[in-house]
C-alpha cells in the first residue's frame, strides 16, 4: 500500500468532494493497522489542507496549466508532495520517489510528479518569496474570511491568522468523580508525559506533546477527556448546583455534557439533545466511558417549544450551531468547506434556537450561550438581538481574566493564552 495515495484520496474527499476532514480519514484509515502508516498520512493531510492556499499557489507557478478534474487525485498527490518538501523531516529524494511512485496507476503522471517537484527544489527560495507576496497564500486563509477577521479585529487579526495555521495543543479534563487533578499529573509524568495545569480550568492538563489516548493512563476506564481549555469553562460557568434540572441543546460529541456530570452529580436530571442521531450515539459512548449517566433524545432544537412543551429548566447549555471559526487550528477543512455565505443562515438558526430554548428555562434560571466562533455576529450581536427581543431576559455579566469583555459576553480570541477561540453569553431570566 502507497501511504502517499491513501493521503491523496483523503484529500480529493475534502478539497472536490466538501466532505469533512475527519469523516474522510475516519473512512480511509480504517483498513490501515499499522499506527505509524495512520500518523503519516494525518500528518500529510492536516498538514496539506492548513497550508492549502500556500501549496495551491506554489502548484500554479509549476504547471503550465490546470490539471483536469477527472485528475484530481495527481493534483492531491502534488499537493501532499509539496507539503513533505516544504514542511516534513522527509528526505527529499524519499519524499518525490515515494510520490511518483502513488501516481504509477495514472502512467502518464509519474513524469509530470517528478518534473513538478524537483523543480520546486531547484527554485524554493525563489517561489517561497512569491508565497510571502501573495497575501491569501501567505496567511493560507481564503479572502473572504481574512476579511472578515481584520474587519471585526483589526488589532488582533494577524495573531487569529497565525494562529489558526498552528497545530493546537493537546488538553486533558480529568473526571473529578474518579480522580483529582493531581493525581492523574503523577500519572503522566510516571508515564515520562510531560505536562502542566492550565491557568483557567482547574479540571485541566495540557501536555507538552500530543499523543494517542491509547497512550493517556486510565482513558479507557474514564479517567481523562480530551477538551480544549476554552470548551471546558463552559461546565464552571453554567455553576450547576444540587438538584438542578439541565437541558445541554446541540449536545453532541458530549463533551460539555459529561463536564457538567463530573462537576455536579447530584442533578435532578440532565437532558442531551442533538438532532443528530449518530452524533448523539457519540454523546452516549463518551458517558458510557466516563462512567456517567444522562437522558439523551434525537430532537431539532428549534423546535423546542413543541417537544419540550411539558419541559422546565433550572439551566440550560446551548453550545450553538456555528461557524467553527475559533477551531480552525483543530478543523483546518474549516478554511475550505465554510462559505461566506454560511454566516447569515448560520445566525437564523442560532436566533431560532435561542428563542425556543427561552420558553424551557425557569423564571430565575440561566441559559449559557456558547459557540467556538470569533465573528460577532454569531456572538455579541447575537446576544445583543436576543435581549431586544425578550424583556424578561438579563445579562449576567462574566467576570473572569480570561479572554475579552465585550459588550455582551466574553470572547476568547484564536489562540489566546494557547485556547481556541469561543465566545460565551449568560443569560437570567427575571419575572
Request: aromatic letters at 6%; charged letters at 20%; a neutral charge.
Amino acid at each position: 500500500m502507497n501511504l502517499r495515495r491513501s493521503a491523496a484520496q483523503v484529500l480529493v474527499s475534502v478539497i472536490r468532494d466538501g466532505h469533512s476532514l475527519t469523516a474522510a480519514l475516519e473512512q480511509n484509515l480504517s483498513g490501515i493497522a499499522n499506527p505509524k502508516d495512520r500518523a503519516l498520512i494525518q500528518a500529510i493531510c492536516y498538514g496539506v489542507i492548513r497550508h492549502y492556499e500556500e501549496l495551491d499557489f506554489l502548484l500554479k507557478q509549476l504547471v503550465s496549466k490546470p490539471l483536469k478534474a477527472k485528475d484530481a487525485d495527481i493534483e492531491a498527490l502534488l499537493l501532499a508532495g509539496l507539503y513533505q518538501l516544504q514542511y516534513m523531516r522527509v528526505k527529499s529524494h524519499a519524499a518525490v520517489s515515494e510520490t511518483v511512485a502513488a501516481s504509477q496507476h495514472k502512467p502518464w503522471a509519474k513524469s509530470l510528479v517528478n518534473a513538478v517537484l524537483r523543480q520546486y527544489l531547484r527554485d524554493a527560495d525563489n517561489l517561497k518569496q512569491r508565497c510571502q507576496q501573495h497575501y491569501q497564500s501567505h496567511y493560507n486563509h481564503p479572502d473572504w474570511l481574512a476579511a472578515q477577521l481584520r474587519e471585526q479585529w483589526p488589532q488582533q487579526a494577524d495573531a487569529i491568522l497565525t494562529a489558526n495555521n498552528q497545530p493546537p495543543p493537546m488538553t486533558l479534563r480529568v473526571n473529578l468523580q474518579q480522580t483529582s487533578r493531581e493525581h492523574y499529573t503523577d500519572l503522566l509524568l510516571a508515564q515520562g508525559l510531560a505536562c502542566q495545569d492550565t491557568e483557567f480550568s482547574a479540571t485541566g492538563i495540557t501536555l507538552q506533546q500530543p499523543v494517542s489516548v491509547d497512550e493517556l493512563p486510565g482513558f479507557k476506564d474514564g479517567l481523562v477527556s480530551v477538551q480544549d481549555q476554552a470548551a471546558q469553562l463552559a461546565a464552571s460557568l453554567l455553576e450547576p448546583q444540587v438538584g438542578d434540572r439541565i437541558l445541554d441543546l446541540c449536545a453532541a460529541p458530549g463533551g460539555k455534557t459529561a463536564a457538567i456530570l463530573e462537576l455536579q452529580p447530584a442533578l435532578a436530571g440532565l437532558l442531551a439533545v442533538d438532532i443528530d442521531a449518530g452524533r448523539l450515539q457519540r454523546v452516549q459512548d463518551t458517558l458510557t466511558r466516563l462512567q456517567l449517566s444522562a437522558d439523551t433524545r434525537v430532537a431539532d432544537a428549534t423546535q423546542a417549544t413543541v417537544w419540550g412543551q411539558e419541559l422546565r429548566f433550572n439551566r440550560i447549555l446551548l453550545d450553538a450551531p456555528c461557524s467553527g471559526l475559533g477551531v480552525i487550528r483543530r478543523h483546518p477543512d474549516i478554511k475550505l468547506l465554510r462559505r461566506s455565505s454560511d454566516i447569515s443562515a448560520l445566525q437564523s438558526l442560532q436566533s431560532q434556537i435561542l428563542d425556543a430554548a427561552w420558553h424551557l428555562l425557569e423564571t430565575g434560571g440561566m441559559l449559557l450561550y456558547a459557540t467556538c466562533s470569533v465573528l460577532k455576529q454569531e456572538n455579541e450581536q447575537q446576544i445583543a438581538a436576543f435581549l431586544q427581543r425578550h424583556n424578561d431576559a438579563q445579562e449576567i455579566t462574566i467576570d473572569a481574566s480570561w479572554g475579552m469583555q465585550r459588550p455582551h459576553g466574553r470572547q476568547i480570541i484564536s489562540g489566546q493564552d494557547q485556547m481556541d477561540g469561543f465566545y460565551y453569553a449568560k443569560l437570567r431570566k427575571t419575572g
